[in-house]
C-alpha cells in the first residue's frame, strides 16, 4: 500500500558510517557493574548495541538526558549509572492515571523496578509523558532526548507529530533527539506499517522536520537487510522476531534476527 504523502526532499544529511566499529565495541563495557541486569537484558546488547548508540547519540555523563516511554526499563539500566554521578536521567513514562490497565501496570511496574535499586535507580526522576497534555516540567531543559522502538505506538494513536513537538519542547535550543525505529521499505503507508510495527525513515524525518528539527546524522549499525516482514506482509509484524518470537515457527524468526531499525540523530533548531 504506497503512501500519498509528498515529502520534501531532505538537505544536509551526514551520513555516519560505523563500518570500523564492530561487537568488540560492546565488548569493550564489559568492565562495568551489570549485577542489576538480567542475563537475558544482557544478551540483548549483542543486537541492540546500547553504548555505541549512545555514543553515537552524544549522550555523556554530565547531560540531563529525557528517556521517553521506557517499558520495561531496558535501556534505563544502561543510562541510570551512565548519568548517576555527573547527569541526570528524566524517565517520561505513562502518566499514573492513564485510562488502559497495560499502561498503569506498565509504570506501577517500572516505579517499583526504579524503587527495588535505589543505589543505581536513586536519582532517576520519573514523569508523565503524555503527548496530548502539558510537557512536564521535570522533562524541560534536556540536553537529549531519546525514543527507542516505540513511534509505531504513537503513530497507531494518532499522537506521533504531537510527541515530536513535545520532544521539541523538553530539549535545549540546540538539543539533540536521538531515534531508533523499526524501519519499514519506503513506499509504504506509514499508517499501515505502524501496525506492524515499523515506519518508514522518510516519514520519520518528515515528522520531525516539521517539528523543529534537522536530521545531522544517521547510523546504519541496527541495519537487518533479512528483516522481510513489511514486503512479505507477515501478520505478526515486528513481534513474530526476537526477542518477542510470537509465532509458531520460532526457528525461522530466529534466524532473521532482530529487527530492521533506523538510527537517526536530529538536532532542534
Known amino acids: 500500500m504506497k503512501s500519498g504523502i509528498k515529502l520534501l526532499p531532505l538537505c544536509f544529511v551526514m551520513a555516519a558510517s560505523f563500518s570500523s566499529l564492530s561487537l568488540a565495541h560492546e565488548h569493550g563495557h564489559k568492565g562495568m557493574d551489570n549485577s542489576h541486569r538480567s542475563e537475558a537484558n544482557q544478551q540483548r546488547d549483542e543486537f541492540r548495541q546500547p553504548y555505541r548508540t549512545l555514543e553515537f547519540f552524544g549522550v555523556k555523563p554530565e547531560h540531563k538526558v529525557v528517556e521517553i516511554m521506557p517499558g520495561g526499563g531496558w535501556y534505563t539500566e544502561v543510562l ?17 492515571d492513564d485510562a488502559s490497565d497495560y499502561r498503569k501496570r506498565s509504570r506501577a511496574n517500572f516505579d517499583k523496578k526504579m524503587a527495588d535499586n535505589s543505589p543505581v535507580y536513586g536519582n532517576v526522576v520519573v514523569a508523565d509523558f503524555d503527548p496530548n497534555g502539558a510537557v512536564d516540567e521535570a522533562t524541560k531543559d534536556a540536553d537529549v532526548v531519546l525514543t527507542f522502538r516505540g513511534l509505531h505506538g504513537l503513530q497507531n494513536g494518532g ?30 503507508d506509514p499508517a499501515q506499517t505502524a501496525r506492524k510495527g515499523y515506519l518508514p525513515k522518510s516519514y520519520v524525518i518528515a515528522v520531525a522536520k516539521a517539528a523543529g528539527f534537522d536530521l545531522v546524522a544517521e547510523a546504519y549499525f541496527h541495519n537487518n537487510p533479512n528483516d522481510t516482514i513489511i514486503r512479505d506482509n507477515v501478520d505478526g509484524g515486528v513481534w513474530n522476531l526476537p526477542p518477542g518470537l510470537r509465532t509458531d515457527d520460532k526457528e525461522k524468526y530466529s534466524k532473521i534476527g532482530e529487527s530492521n531499525r533506523m538510527t537517526l540523530l536530529f538536532q532542534k533548531r
Not at 510527541?163 to 519506503?186: D, I, T
Request: positive net charge; glycine residues 10%; charged residues 15%.
Open 80 to 96: 541510570a549509572p551512565m548519568l548517576h554521578d555527573k547527569g541526570q536521567l528524566v524517565a517520561a513514562h505513562y502518566p499514573k
Open 159 to 188: 499522537d506521533l507529530a504531537a510527541a515530536f513537538n513535545q520532544f521539541n519542547h523538553m530539549l535545549k535550543k540546540g538539543g539533540s533527539l536521538g531515534v531508533v525505529q523499526h524501519q519499514a521499505p519506503e513506499g509504504y
